[in-house]
């Protein structure tokens, strides 16, 4: 199946690889670090089994139909990539998204809303792939499994990173099939991607901290708990800033609130490519009794940063307040509203302060405190959702907003 092309494109394999990419039975899960070589080994698994299914019909699901292209199709070891020739992605006669391998299709789907799977019912096919399997709604999952029924070669593969234990893909699913005939999953390690160096493997674990470290690095199952940032130290703290900056644009991260406090961050990249948080203003109307309208934060906003037609800052707003981003608009600020993925947004953060990326000002003593004491919500844990507690976090999701909406175009990434 695999020309001496493809074989030095993935060589080499560990024998945990090796093994899983050979498993028999009906279902076959990898689970475990990031950059373990786990997305590689079951997409070779599952394309030494699609070409040599009796079945003609297939399904691949993601998180989202982007998600899934970036993470197994179109990237440096994704099976466009590596099955070069052998497999194109187009639309079929239907308008669907597909892989054509040989004679055989896989439809492409993006498993995100609960609504999702009504997208494959009448579907039947003969296995089906899934991609970060842990982040599918349970609906989804249910549709998806029960499309191979019918299938006379009926076989599944899944990927995931580690969740809180409590989650509901290991209470439904993969925990209850544990020691059953046809059932293999394998856990992976770092140390299971035999192309990484040492060094590379330290520089990898350097880069998270915690409970994300845990679960990243080692592929543990970690319950959500205590602080949320709980490597921020003193080190991400400074009294000078630095002496340069790059001609990087300035911006200032915003967390709309009313009963709620309101903060605006006035952040910016140093030539280190540091994240630097030089400013804050807050306004807690509880503790000063007394709440502000959108103009009166607007004009808050001109003594922060300066009239709109003087201001060198790029406004980057909770997508939520859509009623003050219409003010700071009318009033001629730039705004971009956030991008507010929560989970993502906290582990970008995460990965910035284990690097000593993110440094903030001595004199923002609202968004210390909160950094320090922003926590999980552990009973949402009990039941396998991962989120913060919606207290000390004002400041904390500004700093977030930042981050995930304008690293990417800077080319600061985080590893992830």
């Known amino acids: 199946m695999l020309t001496e092309a493809i074989r030095q494109k993935i060589k080499p394999l560990s024998p945990k690889a090796k093994a899983s990419i050979m498993a028999d039975g009906w279902m076959t899960v990898w689970e475990g670090s990031v950059r373990s070589g786990k997305t590689v080994a079951s997409l070779i698994a599952f394309m030494r089994y699609v070409m040599s299914s ?28 590596l099955f070069d020739p052998l497999i194109t992605m187009k639309r079929d006669s239907a308008g669907a998204n597909c892989l054509f391998v040989l004679d055989k299709k896989i439809y492409l789907f993006g498993a995100h809303d609960e609504s999702d799977y009504k997208r494959i019912k009448g579907l039947t096919v003969g296995g089906w792939y899934a991609d970060e399997v842990a982040t599918h709604p349970e609906s989804f999952i249910v549709e998806a499994m029960s499309r191979t029924v019918a299938s006379t070669d009926r076989r599944m593969f899944w990927t995931l990173n580690p969740c809180v234990p409590s989650h509901y893909i290991y209470k439904t699913f993969t925990d209850t099939w ?19 160096s040492e060094e590379r493997k330290k520089e990898l674990a350097s880069q998270f901290v915690g409970r994300f470290r845990l679960m990243n690095i080692l592929g543990l199952r970690v319950a959500a708990e205590g602080v949320v940032y709980d490597g921020f130290s003193k080190e991400n703290i400074y009294d000078k800033l630095p002496d340069t900056f790059w001609n990087y644009p300035k911006y200032v991260a915003c967390d709309y609130g009313t009963t709620n406090p309101c903060v605006f961050l006035d952040c910016q990249f140093s030539d280190q490519k540091n994240v630097v948080v030089k400013r804050e203003f807050r306004w807690d109307s509880k503790k000063e009794m007394q709440q502000k309208t ?24 909770d997508p939520s307040a859509a009623s003050f981003i219409v003010a700071l608009r009318v ?23 284990a690097k000593r990326r993110l440094l903030i000002h001595s004199s923002c003593k609202g968004l210390i405190a909160e950094m320090e004491r922003y926590l999980w919500d552990e009973k949402a844990s009990r039941y396998g959702e991962e989120k913060p507690l919606k207290t000390d976090d004002h400041a904390p999701d500004a700093l977030r907003y930042f981050c995930m909406t304008c690293l990417g175009a800077l080319e600061i990434y985080t590893e992830e």
Not at 331 to 353: E, H, Q, T
């Open 178 to 196: 544990e020691g059953k005939p046809g059932y293999r999953r394998y856990h992976f390690t770092l140390d299971d991607n035999l192309a990484l």
């Open 54 to 81: 009796k079945e003609t019909e297939f399904i691949m699901s993601g998180n989202t139909f982007a998600s899934l292209v970036h993470n197994t199709i179109d990237c440096p070891f994704g099976l466009l990539s």
């Open 294 to 317: 959108d103009d009166q934060y607007v004009e808050d906003m001109k003594k922060f940063v300066g009239p709109p037609d003087t201001c060198e800052h790029t406004l980057v707003v």
């Open 331 to 353: 009033a001629g600020y730039i705004v971009i509203p956030a991008k507010n993925d929560v989970m993502d947004g906290i582990k970008r953060v995460s990965s910035l302060i």
